[in-house]
């Protein structure tokens, strides 16, 4: 089965930019970071309740492959299809390798202070709107995919999206505007359950050392929601990756 068809099998479409969820204009920088963040949330260390997890990473690492190779990516906007005898997909290559070449470790330092400055940023605001017209206003997706976030932040997130509605930068969507307060309680519920679930995970690392930078982290973020404790260092890996990332590019 070709990649494309793997695609539409495994991410519901066939478009490999739809599959990392940019345009097709989308520049180098920009479907690097797609993919890295999209890879995070199917990697089999990160995803093992997804039986598929190892067949969506593998197939990311092609479909990055064929997308950050100017002439591949040449022959798919134009035509539609994938070379699949190139030596990119028809080699038999680690993609875990490949990802870690592409993405090296960034310290639990760096993400601390990317955090700092992150939040309350132009750039996070752009990313809350961009996040609420991917997800056509479902509050639900936007908090699980917003870096840096906890339940805290989701009146400010209310405010900017709504800001956003008012001044006619976005349009308006029905599961924003018009969500119940079921919905509501439900989501406030399961951002304390899981907050419980990483403080008890914190206690069963054994990570109460105050010298600890890794335990100093979560002391920090204990009144905030955190989805686990993985999901909430590898988003913030994937926001820093595209200032570290230069120095990458163009390696194959």
């Given amino acids: 089965m070709g990649l494309l068809d793997r695609c539409q099998e495994l991410f519901k479409t066939a478009n490999l930019y739809e599959v990392l969820g940019i345009k097709k204009e989308a520049a180098e920088a920009e479907i690097r970071r797609s993919y890295y963040k999209v890879s995070l949330r199917v990697h089999p260390d990160r995803a093992p309740e997804d039986p598929l997890a190892t067949e969506k990473f593998q197939v990311l690492g092609k479909l990055y492959a064929v ?16 070379d699949e005898e190139s030596d990119a997909l028809s080699q038999d290559r680690c993609w875990e390798d490949y990802w870690r070449l ?44 917003a870096l840096c976030c906890s339940q805290e932040d ?50 069963k690392m054994g990570l109460d050392d105050q010298d600890d930078s890794l335990a100093m982290m979560l002391k920090q973020r204990q009144q905030s929601r955190e989805k686990n404790f993985n999901s909430f260092l590898s988003d913030l890996e994937a926001k820093y990756s595209k200032k570290s990332g230069k120095s990458k590019r163009g390696k194959k």
């Fill in 67 to 82: 997308l950050s190779d100017k002439e591949q990516r040449a022959v798919y906007d134009e035509q539609g299809v994938v």
């Fill in 102 to 145: 592409l993405f090296p470790k960034v310290t639990v330092q760096d993400i601390l202070e990317f955090e700092k400055k992150y939040k309350g940023s132009d750039e996070e605001k752009q990313d809350v709107i961009q996040l609420y017209v991917q997800h056509q206003g479902d509050m639900d997706a936007i908090m699980a995919s």
């Fill in 154 to 203: 989701e009146p400010r997130f209310c405010s900017l999206i709504q800001a956003a509605i008012q001044s006619g930068e976005v349009a308006v969507f029905p599961a924003f505007t018009q969500e119940s307060e079921k919905k509501k309680r439900a989501r406030r519920k399961r951002a304390d359950r899981e907050r419980e679930e990483a403080e008890e995970m914190q206690k």
